[in-house]
């Protein structure tokens, strides 16, 4: 009888340093132990991550907050290593260690293909990591998901933020993100 192998995030961190995925054309990421393929992102989900980024260069505070975008995150008491789609940290230099769920004030996927995935493993993910705020930019339903307070492996207050409303991370509120201009066409 054989099973799946599972890694840990420090074994996933040796395959990545000895080039073990380096003739992949994919996009990949840890999630409780398992190598996952990403989806393939289309130009909806390529522009609303870079309206996210924009925005969040712009209001972010410098010196407190650094931006980054599809980067790695190093989770392992969860045996995982996703890449959210844009991430808030403490301001720092991450260059000898991913990010943790201690370094991240807001976490932020953007969805289209993998709304479920989002919506329940990611968000049991990130909140049992501890992270704070967690935000689902949802490209078919056009609105934000806004996941705050976990507690025990799950996020205690959920919203949703529609066209028509504006968003604030916790982080910085006088950054107010305007819902309906996000998922303006033009």
């Not at 205690?156 to 309906?180: H, M, N, W, Y």
């Amino acid at each position: 009888m054989s099973t799946g192998l599972h890694l840990t995030t420090e074994e996933f961190d040796r395959m990545v340093e000895c080039g073990a995925f380096d003739h992949l054309n994919r996009k990949i990421e840890l999630i409780r132990g398992e190598i996952r393929e990403m989806n393939p992102a289309g130009p909806l989900h390529d522009g609303l991550i870079t309206y996210m980024n924009n925005w969040s260069a712009r209001n972010s505070r410098a010196g407190l907050t650094d931006v980054t975008s599809q980067t790695g995150l190093s989770l392992p008491e969860q045996h995982s290593k996703p890449e959210p789609d844009l991430m808030w940290l403490k301001a720092g230099r991450y260059l000898k260690r991913h990010p943790t769920g201690s370094d991240v004030q807001l976490a932020i996927e953007v969805s289209y293909s993998s709304s479920k995935s989002d919506l329940l493993e990611k968000a049991v993910l990130y909140a049992e990591a501890g992270i704070g705020e967690y935000w689902i930019v949802d490209a078919s339903a056009g609105c934000v998901h806004v996941s705050l307070n976990p507690v025990a492996g799950e996020y205690t207050d959920r919203s949703i933020a529609k066209p028509g409303e504006f968003l604030a991370p916790q982080v910085c509120s006088a950054a107010k993100l305007d819902i309906s201009d996000l998922f303006a066409e033009e």
